[in-house]
């Protein structure tokens, strides 16, 4: 099994970034639910807890690896109480170059996420009949065959072709159809979609 998963992400990174595969109609629609358009893969937003490479370019004891503290700040050479959290790392090496101009002639700053703690509106869980259930921090880009690499595939009891992806929560909570065994076991590429930060994945077992 793990080797044809391995093969479905072949033909994926062979058929490059084709259109099909951001496709939202390669989502069937679960019951009473449609979708019109997949939104654009967000960019990962920095969470409590996770672990962060600062580089300071031609500053090297200006750069350091810090977490972000409970109450979503961080501390590093020459800046304090910084706010990490709900920023993508680009917008976080934008404010400490902002910070840092007073003390360094044009800095230039990046920032890695090296360790995701993500909290769960920046997950994607897998529910089910999965080799390994888990909530995976969302990356900017992910698709249903990241995720399912991720997990070890499905199990042999999964009813991959039956399985549900929920999206949002409250009255903006929907589901749709994904239908995993055609990926996974078949190759079908069509069926492989992306997916968004706080997605849930439900793998049903199979009664046959």
Known sequence: MF??????????ILAGCSSGLQSAST????????????APSPDYL????DQLEVFVWR????????????????STPLVEDMVAAGKTPTRLAKDLESSLGAYVKSPQVSVIVSNFQSTFDQQVRVIGEAQKPI???????????????????????AAG????????????????????????????????????????????????
């Open 3 to 12: 080797f044809r998963i391995l093969a479905a992400a072949a033909a994926v």
């Open 161 to 208: 072709n039956k399985s549900v992806l929920i999206r949002g929560t409250g009255e903006d909570r929907q589901s749709y159809r994904l239908r995993l065994d055609d990926l996974l076991r078949k190759g079908k590429i069509q069926a492989n979609v992306p997916v968004l930060p706080g997605d849930v994945i439900l793998i049903p077992e199979s009664f046959f």
């Open 27 to 38: 989502i069937e629609s679960a019951p009473d639910s449609t979708i019109a358009s997949v």
């Open 59 to 74: 500053a090297p004891e200006l750069s350091t690896k810090v977490t972000v503290r409970p109450d979503g700040r961080i």
């Open 46 to 49: 920095i969470g409590p807890l």
């Open 135 to 157: 909530a995976l921090p969302y990356q900017s880009g992910m698709t249903v065959l990241d995720v399912m690499v991720a997990v070890g595939g499905l199990t042999q009891f």
